[in-house]
């Protein structure tokens, strides 16, 4: 039955079109429906997914991006002499200034856990305590037992004392007096002896007292109260690291050794840490040390820096990114990276004189993802185009616009531009997972492209009508027709 309607409507539809065609079918024919302009639209060659005539653009959209006589719209900016900061950018590791894991150095049963877990600590407060019973008796008997010499050292000098008042009336031998002489500097000897075992039993007494070694923060404690604890433990209570300042390392080629001495050697370099995800600033900190070796596997040198982290923005174990200040280039030639283009012959921008493009070879310096120095071939206050390469040549006429590619309004037409406008080095942020900058989701067009889009669309709807630029209409059933290319 499906097969049948079909055929019916196509016999239906190319009669419709013959009489509309042909006048004089339409008139044998009288019960045909009258469909006015259907004749013309089955006449006209068929169309892209567009809606243009298949082999090419419409003719008047095409004279009108092709036309050697209309100026194309660009976006520009002028040259200009900065001051522009020397800097190494390098992906950094962030670590506690100083951590110690506390452990046990003595063996027993832990009675008290003194601790919150993540509580800021000072050096000396205590962490745990262990059963000092059987240590607090050994510190008593060494005490008793000094006692006990000190007592029998005095019966012996009294002795020796009688002794010699003997030897000397002659009632007594020298011998006796020589004898106990030596006993008393033996007794002397021994309670030497028994402060030292005092000092020992004391020290080891103080060791039932786990106190932090430094001030900072206890992680998660890894012993409970309760258990037996050895002082041949490996693993320890907790760990307590220092926070405030927090220390980052990082590794930077050793082609950058020299700058950074010679630097270093003028003052205390800045040290920025930048969010990965927003590249937002979190702390500022100074290089506090330049390893002494260079790894030869790496060909890096090892650095590390400080931080305050007033309000623990920094953690340890952190990945950051690091921006360490070198050195600055005074008064030299910037201009936006996105004007510079790469070709054949090396670096070129297209700088604007008389209301025309000029290719004008360049020299470029140091670059970063918003301005290139520019050491030779353009002086300031020329102006530098920054977007629309794909339709300037050396020579072709340009209009210069002065607004941003940001507030140009979206058009269906103008992706095709907009692609191009990104792969000649817009302002693009790159990811921080994704090499070379590249748009990790193709579905999703970066900025650049966005802006360059717009802007080549908006130019297209400048040169040729309100018709250019078409709003996209939705079907009935939600999809979005395809741009008109």
Excluded: C
Excluded at 118 to 133: E, H, M
Excluded at 169 to 190: E, F, I, M, R, W
């Amino acid at each position: 039955m499906k097969r049948f309607l079909t055929l019916a409507v196509i016999l239906l539809v190319g009669a419709v079109v013959l009489a509309e065609r042909f006048p004089a079918i339409h008139a044998r024919v009288p019960w045909l429906p009258d469909v006015p302009g259907l004749g013309q639209a089955a006449s006209m060659k068929p169309t892209g997914a567009g809606g243009n005539a298949a082999g090419g653009e419409a003719p008047d959209r095409k004279r009108r991006r092709f036309s050697a006589d209309g100026p194309t719209p660009v976006l520009a900016a002028e040259a200009r002499y900065a001051d522009v900061p020397v800097t190494a950018e390098v992906l950094g590791t962030v670590q506690a200034t100083n951590s110690v894991l506390v452990r046990s150095q003595v063996d027993g049963k832990l009675v008290e856990i003194a601790f919150k877990e993540g509580q800021d600590v000072k050096k000396g407060d205590v962490l745990a305590r262990i059963d000092p019973a059987t240590y607090k008796a050994l510190y008593d008997s060494a005490v008793a037992k000094k006692a006990q010499d000190e007592a029998l050292l005095a019966n012996a000098q009294v002795d020796l004392v009688r002794y010699n008042k003997l030897a000397e009336t002659q009632y007594g031998s020298h011998q006796q007096a020589d004898t106990q002489k030596s006993l008393v500097a033996q007794y002397n000897a021994q309670l030497a002896q028994d402060q030292a075992s005092i000092d020992n039993t004391k020290t080891t007494l103080d060791y039932a007292t786990i106190r932090s070694p430094i001030d900072g923060r206890t992680g998660i404690r890894i012993v409970d109260q309760g258990n037996l604890v050895h002082a041949s433990d490996s693993t320890g209570i907790v760990t307590v690291a220092q926070v405030k300042p927090i220390a980052a390392v990082f590794n930077l080629p050793q082609q950058w050794l020299r700058q950074v001495n010679a630097a270093t050697a003028r003052g205390t370099l800045r040290l920025e840490a930048h969010d990965g995800d927003s590249g937002a600033l979190v702390d500022t900190g100074t290089l506090q040390v330049v390893d002494n070796t260079v790894d030869q596997t790496t060909g890096t040198v090892k650095m590390k820096g400080s931080f305050p982290n007033a309000e623990d923005q920094l953690w340890p174990g952190q990945f950051v990114n690091l921006r360490l200040y070198v050195d600055k280039l005074s008064h030299v030639v910037v201009v936006p990276t996105p004007a510079v283009q790469r070709g054949p012959d090396g670096a070129f921008v297209y700088a604007v004189k008389d209301g025309k493009a000029v290719m004008t070879k360049v020299t470029t310096g140091r670059q970063t993802e918003a301005e290139t120095v520019v050491t030779a071939g353009l002086a300031p206050p020329a102006l530098v185009i920054t977007t629309g390469f794909t339709r300037l040549t050396d020579g072709a006429k340009v209009a210069v616009s002065t607004a941003t590619a940001a507030n140009a309004p979206s058009a269906g037409g103008a992706a095709e531009d907009g692609a191009d406008g990104a792969a000649t080095g817009a302002e693009a942020k790159p990811d921080a997972t994704t090499p070379d900058g590249a748009n990790p989701d193709p579905a999703k067009p970066d900025a650049t492209t966005a802006g360059t889009a717009r802007h080549e669309a908006d130019a297209d709807a400048a040169a040729g009508g309100p018709e250019a630029v078409r709003p996209h209409r939705r079907r009935r059933d939600g999809a979005r027709p395809a741009a008109t290319n």
